[in-house]
């Protein structure tokens, strides 16, 4: 899976990627419908079980799509429409900006956005500390530190060639990441109502606890509509200052060597790296504010927010491996697990006791 | 600049321009579904 993601660059027109995405992307759609039916199936007869185990189409698209790749299996026909779960996640943040005022956003505010900023900041140091006990090159360390501190594929695949990683420990890292948010998925919200956190206090929890940006987004939602907006508020900090934390990252990875440090030229660097499909979602949050979006044109576009991300959930779970998890192997598990943990639970403390949520 | 260091950052520009240019699909397809959201409603 995480090969895949990493090789999607592939020189083939636009036509011939389409068509061959068809198959797969039918099949993502099959698994999200039939998330979206079951959740109204589960609500109605098994109303206990739904409320307990919060199974909401979120975590049934994943499930479902995990089920497939991991019993029956995909046909290779079908891996091609399988790769667009980061395209639909990203297009559902986008559409969520339809959620949002510019006050809503200011709501959050400089303090939050000082803890997300000590939160990922402090990963990459605490990542960089621990890792002389464990035995790794300096490129794994600097794929699992940004990886781990900002939003998981996106930043590993921006890290990765700056500190001249090889494709595998991409892979090993991008697999390390998802084993941690695929176990926070199901175990954060029963956490969050044993902490009594609120809808806003989970999201934000999430936001900076869990680190693929997609799982962020599920886990929120998982909780409540309000926890999985808030997430997303919290998450696009974090995406905002991913190309500081990849430049952190890099300059620590290169400290040894002067030379190389010294040729990057860190405005271009930033620049380069700077996520701009944030931009859309910020003339989406706009727009709303100035009052061109109706409420029914909002329940229009939170439709196709849901269906955005349940076909990105679905691409996940039916990306997702058991075999890519056992090959990872131990010691980048046991760091990134260490840090991980610690960082939620400093996210936890904050959220509950600090930030006015 | 070494050959190593130049390849490295050949890599990483062939990156960062797949991840632009997924951002630029995604700004396409966002703002796609925010117009058909006001002509749909």
Not at chain 1, 14 to 42: C, F, H, M
Not at chain 1, 100 to 125: D, E, P, Q
Not at chain 2, 11 to 37: N, P, T
Request: aromatic content about 10%; hydrophobic content about 55%.
């Amino acid at each position: 899976m995480a090969q895949t993601q990493i090789s999607q660059a592939q020189s083939q027109s636009l036509s011939t990627q389409i068509a061959k995405a068809i198959p797969g992307l039918i099949l993502v759609v099959l698994v999200a419908i039939a998330a979206t039916w079951a959740e109204g199936y589960i609500k109605g007869n098994f109303k206990k079980v739904y409320e307990i185990a919060h199974l909401n189409y979120v975590l049934l698209a994943i499930i479902f799509g995990m089920l497939i790749r991991n019993t029956v299996g995909v046909p290779s026909v079908l891996e091609p429409g399988l790769k667009y779960s980061t395209i639909l996640t990203k297009t559902g943040i986008v559409v969520m900006g339809t959620k949002y005022t510019l006050a809503s956003l200011v709501k959050v505010g400089t303090t939050s956005m000082i803890f997300i900023a000590v939160t990922l900041f402090g990963t990459v140091a605490l990542m960089f500390w621990l890792r002389k006990r464990y035995e790794m090159t300096d490129s794994l360390a600097g794929c699992l530190a940004s990886g781990f501190a900002v939003c998981g594929v996106s930043a590993t695949v921006a890290t990765g060639p700056a500190v001249k990683a090889k494709g595998q420990e991409m892979c090993y890292t991008i697999a390390t990441i998802l084993i941690f948010g695929l176990l926070a998925l199901f175990t954060f919200p029963a956490l969050g109502h044993l902490f009594g956190l609120t809808q806003n206090q989970f999201g934000a929890w999430v936001g900076v606890g869990i680190v693929n940006s997609a799982q962020v987004l599920a886990a929120g939602m998982a909780y409540g509509d309000e926890a999985g907006l808030m997430a997303g508020i919290y998450n696009m900090g974090r995406v905002v200052l991913l190309p500081f934390v990849v430049l952190y990252v890099v300059m620590l990875v290169l400290k040894n060597d002067s030379k190389s440090a010294g040729e990057i030229n860190k405005t271009q660097f930033v620049m380069d790296k700077f996520p701009v499909f944030i931009i859309a979602f910020l003339i989406a949050v706009l727009a709303n504010t100035a009052g061109l979006f109706s409420k029914e044109e909002v329940k229009m576009a939170n439709t196709f927010m849901t269906w955005a991300f349940t076909l990105g959930f679905a691409s996940i779970g039916l990306t997702t491996k058991f075999s890519d998890m056992k090959a990872a192997g131990k010691d980048g598990i046991v760091l990134g697990f260490i840090v991980g943990f610690i960082k939620a639970a400093f996210a936890l403390v904050v959220v509950k006791f600090i930030l006015p949520l | 600049m070494t050959e190593k260091n130049s390849c490295a950052t050949e890599d990483q520009r062939a990156a960062d321009r797949k991840v632009r240019k997924q951002d630029y699909m995604v700004i396409g397809l966002g703002l796609l579904l925010l117009i058909l959201s006001k002509v749909l409603a």
